[in-house]
């Protein structure tokens, strides 16, 4: 239990550090992540003999100041994961709460969709969408919030199937209460915990995803410094250059890793 909290406390530590990094960060950097210079391209960073002073983590291959990309990619990476769990989690926990409250025909359909849904290979289905309707920061958020809120929805149905008979319900109803009013007061408050899990959960996917998909060129557009188009855009150079291509992917395992740790000890924390 012990190594579980300190899981925990770690996780959310590093997301702690990297949200005010990603807020407070481009204020304090003296460089533009977009300026390019090619004169100063592919410089080494600090534990490099060759570095130069302005640019501790060197530069990329147009010149452009690596850490102030850093910085800004985990802006991006976490306005991403939290718009995404937001889009997912309003459609999962709205159809979840629907068909397990009213069951019947609702249930059968809403289960029907879940399970259509559960079917569709995320990635692939994403990079067919964005291929279509081009990629951009909106459409990134857009897509994965359509196409990551099956879980939401899973939990949120079996929690309201198994309070929608509970004798504060019941009371509910007996004093005239809405459906509305039972659904949103009543049964979604007391199902925030193992809703908050499936959050972390989402939020670590929907990052890598879209990773995935700037490293295949269909998320989050250049100049951007998604980390996904960092990797991408560092492939060329890694035998040469290789902290370009382990800088980026270390961060995102750092992000990644430390949703994780807080998802893990959330759950920890509600099974006790």
Request: include cysteine; charge should be positive; charged fraction near 10%.
């Amino acid at each position: 239990m012990m190594r579980r909290r300190l899981g925990f406390y770690c996780g959310l530590s590093i997301i702690a550090a990297l949200a005010l990094i990603a807020v407070f960060g481009p204020m304090l950097l003296p460089n533009d992540p977009f300026t390019q210079s090619l004169g100063q391209r592919l410089a080494q960073p600090f534990w490099h003999d060759k570095t130069l002073p302005a640019h501790w983590l060197g530069t990329d291959q147009l010149g452009r100041d690596y850490l102030a990309r850093l910085v800004y990619g985990a802006r991006i990476s976490l306005a991403i994961g939290f718009a995404v769990v937001l889009v997912s989690g309003f459609i999962g926990i709205s159809l979840g709460l629907i068909a397990g409250y009213a069951g019947g025909v609702a249930d059968a359909v809403i289960s029907f969709i879940i399970n259509t849904r559960i079917s569709m290979p995320i990635v692939l289905a994403a990079l067919a969408i964005v291929s279509v309707t081009g990629n951009s920061l909106t459409t990134v958020i857009l897509v994965l919030g359509l196409l990551l809120w099956d879980h939401f929805a899973v939990v949120a149905r079996s929690a309201a199937m198994q309070l929608r008979n509970a004798d504060y319900v019941t009371a509910a109803r007996a004093m005239g209460c809405t459906h509305w009013h039972i659904l949103v007061r009543e049964i979604l408050p007391n199902i925030r915990g193992p809703l908050l899990v499936i959050a972390t959960v989402e939020m670590a996917h929907a990052i890598l995803v879209e990773a995935a998909l700037s490293f295949l060129g269909l998320g989050v557009p250049a100049p951007y410094p998604s980390w996904g188009l960092m990797l991408s855009e560092a492939k060329s150079f890694m035998f040469f250059s290789p902290w370009l291509i382990a800088l980026p992917g270390a961060a995102l395992l750092l992000l990644v890793l430390g949703i994780n740790l807080t998802g893990d000890g959330l759950r920890t924390r509600r099974e006790s």
